[in-house]
């Protein structure tokens, strides 16, 4: 199955990526500039392509960005600190993301004669954020499958949407996924800071999944403070 990965750079996505690599045939990562606080992360998804030997596509999607404010991940507000069962990382939604990246990639998919389009939401998304829930990944199927009627026939690839984010570092070992070279913190600075919602889900599913975590933060022991917050 020839397949695009929408590739943040994140750990779930490089280990999507890794995945698709060994299970089927990587056609290449697409990354979106779309106006994020910072594009670090893009960094990490063109290694991520180098290492794997296929195309990287960076897609300019500023101005559409600019035009969903309101979010922490776009505009200038602070990025709160805190697990992601907290009713304060609402302000990290960027309303319909997904959809106008997915919807991107799958014309891409149709345009290159893939099968499909690969993405690494997960179930630990669900809480805040209504387009990495499986209601919307089968509507997206069924909208593309209808858009792209006798011209193309591209499905959605979302291996993690009902699993954990421990599951995905449990995943990621058994394809080699190398997590030291995957970035998440929303904040962007020179180490992980330990302390955004991105950061403690990342520190908690290393924890979870028993797997030693290479990543270096700024604040390493936050996460349980956060994490016993939210029980």
Excluded at 10 to 31: I, M, P, Y
Excluded at 42 to 54: M, T, Y
Excluded at 95 to 105: C, E, F, S, T, V
Excluded at 188 to 204: A, Q
Aim: proline share 4%.
């Amino acid at each position: 199955m020839k397949t695009i990965v929408i590739c943040s750079g994140g750990l779930d996505s490089v280990s999507l990526a890794h995945r698709v690599a060994a299970e089927h045939e990587l056609c290449g990562l697409l990354s979106f500039d779309y106006g994020q606080r910072h594009a670090k992360e893009v960094e990490f998804a063109a290694d991520c392509a180098k290492r794997l030997g296929v195309p990287h596509k960076v897609v300019d999607i500023r101005s559409i960005g600019a035009a969903l404010s309101g979010s922490a991940l776009t505009d200038d507000i602070d990025v709160p600190d805190g697990h992601y069962a907290e009713e304060t990382m609402k302000i990290t939604v960027v309303p319909n993301r997904n959809a106008i990246m997915l919807a991107i990639g799958f014309g891409m998919a149709a345009a290159q004669q893939a099968d499909a389009v690969a993405v690494a939401v997960h179930g630990g998304d669900h809480f805040i954020y209504p387009d990495c829930r499986p209601g919307f990944i089968n509507a997206f199927q069924a909208m593309q499958t209808e858009a792209l009627d006798g011209y193309a026939d591209v499905q959605l690839y979302a291996p993690y949407v009902n699993i954990s984010k421990a599951q995905i570092v449990e995943d990621g070992v058994k394809h080699n996924t190398p997590f030291g070279a995957t970035w998440s913190c929303y904040k962007g600075g020179d180490r992980h800071c330990g302390r955004c919602g991105t950061c403690v889900e990342r520190r908690e599913a290393f924890h979870l999944a028993g797997v030693a975590d290479p990543t270096e933060y700024a604040d390493p022991d936050f996460w349980q403070t956060a994490v016993e917050g939210a029980q």
